[in-house]
């Protein structure tokens, strides 16, 4: 467990590197190769639904249950729903504080609220036991029981004994099971990082670096009033592509301090591609198949995405794309399948993991988890944080 813990850790470090390189759109979920629930090709869902772009956890919502965040940060406390739940919070704070104080008698009075909420069913105290079981602390040492215990928690609900579960089961060699808890522990935890409606793009500026002020940092923040943007600026004006390109992305993500405009991002796309410009033409594309900035067309998309495809082969992941989800065109997983294989041909990282996702899934091919997980680790070695998961 702890092995699988610092492996996780490691993975959840080199996330914030990987992401900067370069926006990834047009990813696709395992759920997108279901036929169940056919969709009009020109339509999004009812209500309009855009899931796939921007439905992320919001940190403002209230806390999870189980969380731990109560216990260590009072300001963040909620009254208990049940008792059992009361029990709980009670056992893992004074397990908490003995951690703490190394007091054997409070721990052991922990691990007895744990228990009595773990036996009144609550799955939280029920992972918590099961890693005691595991552990052996303040219990003797029985891995059935810590099974047991993490099985009932898991179906309660709990991340963490699904977590403990699947690295049991992949060390068992019962890979089906261990690999259709880590898809569902995947999602949540993508869903986790990708925590802003506003910006999938993070931009890491150091205010501070040892004793002095990094004062470049603090000026490239100055947004419209920086003397290298406005000189881009002054390049773009000129009628350069690239200089275009660039302002458009600034404005689209809001970086290097600008406010996000959507409005100034879509001008500065669209003088872009009358320079024949790729990039803008990909990012139209996903503007138009996400309704992001323009009124959602996937007609428009498609046309967006084919002429980028002519010179960027990022481009070829957006149509095949749409073909799996039959937007503006008819549902098509073989055509799909050549697009993306196109875009893999020339090394894109979303092209290697949506092959990925099909061998995975032995969409219209031969099941190969062994095929998909070397599409997956080219895909994150390329950059992909969603093919580290």
Same mark, same amino acid.
């Given at each position: ?36 629930? %056919? ?75 744990? %228990? ?18 595991? $552990? ?37 060699? $019962? ?98 591609? %009358? ?27 498609? %046309? ?14 957006? $149509? ?70």
């Amino acid at each position: 467990m702890r092995r699988f813990c610092y492996s996780l850790v490691v993975v959840l470090a080199l996330l914030p590197l990987c992401t900067l390189a370069r926006p990834f759109f047009l990813i696709l979920n395992p759920e997108d190769f279901s036929d169940a629930g %056919e969709q009009s090709s020109e339509s999004a869902p009812d209500g309009g639904d855009t899931s796939d772009w921007d439905e992320f956890w919001n940190s403002e919502d209230e806390l999870g249950p189980g969380s731990w965040i109560p216990i260590l940060d009072p300001d963040l406390s909620r009254e208990p729903e049940t008792e059992d739940e009361a029990v709980y919070y009670s056992g893992m704070a004074k397990m908490i504080a003995a951690a703490s104080s190394g007091g054997p008698g409070v721990m052991g009075e922990a691990a007895s609220e744990i %228990e009595a909420a773990a036996t009144a069913g609550n799955p939280h105290a029920q992972s918590a036991l099961g890693f005691l079981y595991e $552990m052996g602390m303040m219990r003797e040492r029985k891995r059935e029981k810590a099974l047991m215990y993490h099985s009932f928690a898991a179906d309660g609900g709990n991340t963490q004994s699904k977590m403990a579960l699947a690295y049991i089961y992949s060390r068992q060699e $019962m890979h089906d099971r261990a690999l259709e808890l880590y898809a569902e522990l995947a999602e949540i935890a993508m869903n986790s990082f990708l925590i802003s409606k506003d910006s999938p793009v993070i931009e890491p500026v150091r205010l501070h670096n040892g004793a002095e002020e990094n004062k470049d940092a603090l000026r490239r923040a100055r947004g419209e009033e920086d003397e290298d943007f406005q000189i881009l600026e002054s390049q773009a004006q000129k009628g350069n592509a690239t200089a275009m390109y660039k302002i458009g992305m600034f404005y689209y993500f809001g970086l290097r301090g600008l406010r996000r405009d959507r409005a100034k991002a879509l001008s500065w796309f669209l003088k872009a591609v %009358e320079k024949a410009e790729p990039r803008s033409m990909e990012l139209l594309g996903k503007m138009y198949a996400s309704g992001d900035g323009v009124e959602r067309n996937y007609t428009k998309a498609l %046309e967006w995405l084919t002429l980028a495809s002519q010179q960027l082969s990022s481009a070829y992941n957006g $149509m095949g794309y749409l073909y799996v989800r039959g937007y503006g065109v008819e549902k098509n997983y073989i055509k799909a399948k050549e697009y993306f294989e196109k875009a893999a041909d020339d090394e894109e990282a979303s092209g290697y993991y949506n092959l990925g996702l099909m061998y995975l899934k032995g969409v219209r091919v031969k099941k190969d988890v062994k095929l998909a997980t070397k599409y997956f680790i080219m895909a994150s070695n390329d950059g992909l944080p969603k093919a580290f998961y």
